[in-house]
């Protein structure tokens, strides 16, 4: 019975910290992106995201994202660096290819910084990949 389930790997998907400009509170802030790097569209995606360290940990979100087209973003939520400190979890379920598909994604303590910045896919720049 377990062979017959078949659990599909969520591939170019990703959650991204980008450190950019915010006119609302005139500073720079950093943002969680949701990037769909897949050829296809994904349909339903929810989000659910939450920080934890020892003895501490940030209330549980959940981000009702709905469809992001192929090769795709989202802003998804801003990120608070007194959470930095913590290990920052993000869990995507979405739909695609009339599947269901979930990943975790995690960034490790201090993990978000400018120091970590790479390329973004999709969004072209730069910006810390979750693991």
């Given at each position: 019975?377990?062979?017959?389930?078949?659990?599909?790997?969520?591939?170019?998907v990703y959650v991204a910290a980008v450190n950019e400009w915010d006119e609302k509170h005139l500073?720079?802030?950093?943002?969680?992106?949701?990037?769909?790097?897949?050829?296809?569209?994904?349909?339903?995606?929810?989000?659910?995201?939450?920080?934890?360290?020892?003895?501490?940990?940030?209330?549980?979100?959940?981000?009702?994202?709905?469809?992001?087209?192929?090769?795709?973003?989202?802003?998804?939520?801003?990120?608070?660096?007194?959470?930095?400190?913590?290990?920052?979890?993000?869990?995507?379920?979405?739909?695609?290819?009339n599947k269901l598909y979930e990943k975790k994604f995690l960034f490790n303590e201090y993990q978000?910084?400018?120091?970590?910045?790479?390329?973004?896919?999709?969004?072209?720049?730069?910006?810390?990949?979750?693991?």
């Amino acid at each position: 019975m377990k062979k017959d389930i078949e659990i599909p790997i969520a591939e170019e998907v990703y959650v991204a910290a980008v450190n950019e400009w915010d006119e609302k509170h005139l500073s720079k802030t950093w943002y969680i992106y949701l990037i769909n790097n897949r050829e296809s569209a994904i349909e339903g995606a929810i989000l659910v995201s939450k920080g934890y360290g020892e003895a501490l940990k940030t209330t549980t979100m959940r981000h009702g994202l709905g469809d992001l087209e192929a090769k795709s973003f989202r802003k998804v939520e801003l990120i608070q660096e007194e959470v930095f400190k913590l290990k920052n979890e993000f869990f995507l379920t979405f739909f695609a290819d009339n599947k269901l598909y979930e990943k975790k994604f995690l960034f490790n303590e201090y993990q978000i910084s400018e120091s970590n910045e790479v390329a973004v896919p999709v969004l072209g720049i730069a910006g810390v990949l979750a693991n």
